[in-house]
Nanobody
């Protein structure tokens, strides 16, 4: 069982930055690929970033590429999502997720464990 706890959400003006953190329980964190997803009201839960077990591979959709950076510290069982140049359309609840394999996952259905979510609101 893995428990994920997100933090770092909040209200920011367009063009600003936020860093989300996701702390994981469990001694096998370093063998899990991780991802961040977001869900706006009435929309699907979409991926915004993914990282392999050792951080060697990452994935970003075009909507956030060049603005978001996902990293991990396996010694601290934590992943970090740095979000820069935020736009109002980035407003959503952001979820951290873990999958019990080492490679990247691109769909919500590939992730077994989820955090409770943290709200990010970007004002124009």
């Amino acid at each position: 069982q893995v428990q994920l706890v997100e933090s770092g959400g909040g209200l920011v003006q367009a063009g600003g930055s936020l860093r989300l953190s996701c702390a994981a329980s469990g001694r096998t964190f370093s063998s899990y690929a991780m991802g961040w997803f977001r869900q706006a009201p009435g929309k699907e839960r979409d991926i915004v970033a993914a990282i392999s077990w050792n951080g060697g591979n990452t994935y970003y959709p075009d909507s956030v590429k060049g603005r978001f950076t996902l990293s991990r510290d396996n010694a601290k069982n934590t992943v970090y999502l740095q979000m820069n140049s935020l736009k109002p359309e980035d407003t959503a609840v952001y979820y951290c997720a873990a999958r019990t394999v080492i490679g990247l996952g691109f769909s919500r259905y590939e992730y077994a464990y989820w955090g409770q979510g943290t709200q990010v609101t970007v004002s124009s």
